[in-house]
Nanobody, 128 residues
Framework: QVQLVESGGGSVQAGGSLSLSCAAS??????????VGWFRQAPGKEREGVAG????????NYADAAKGRFTISQDKSKNTVYLQINRLKPEDTAMYYC???????????????????WGQGTQVTVSS
């Protein structure tokens, strides 16, 4: 059974940084055809894809809003994917979710329907 557990969220001031983690069990990130995405959903807004990684292909993908401040990476030894967010802005406030798929689509997809497994989310709150 695949389980994804996010952590690392919190309340920070604008300009700060956070590193979110997505630890997986029952799923191996670096196998071919496996991809992981980070999504976020702010209150009253639709969920949006932020970044994706298909480690077996060495590919990453970022939404335009994430380019330059967000970095997705993985640690094979820990079977964990990370999302580093720098220069946080109040508009980054949202629940952040990681998701995993065994059906590779390149570039790493940023649409939720491409993913079969989801974590419970970690809250990020940025104050001005």
């Amino acid at each position: 059974q695949v389980q994804l557990v996010e952590s690392g969220g919190g309340s920070v001031q604008a300009g700060g940084s956070l590193s979110l983690s997505c630890a997986a069990s029952g799923y191996t990130y670096d196998r071919n055809r496996n991809c992981v995405g980070w999504f976020r959903q702010a209150p009253g807004k639709e969920r949006e894809g932020v970044a994706g990684i298909c480690a077996g292909y060495g590919r990453t993908n970022y939404a335009d809003a994430a380019k330059g401040r967000f970095t997705i990476s993985q640690d094979k030894s820990k079977n964990t994917v990370y999302l580093q967010i720098n220069r946080l802005k109040p508009e980054d406030t949202a629940m952040y979710y990681c998701a995993a798929t065994v059906r590779t689509v390149l570039p790493p997809p940023l649409f939720g329907y491409r993913y079969e497994y989801w974590g419970q989310g970690t809250q990020v709150t940025v104050s001005s």
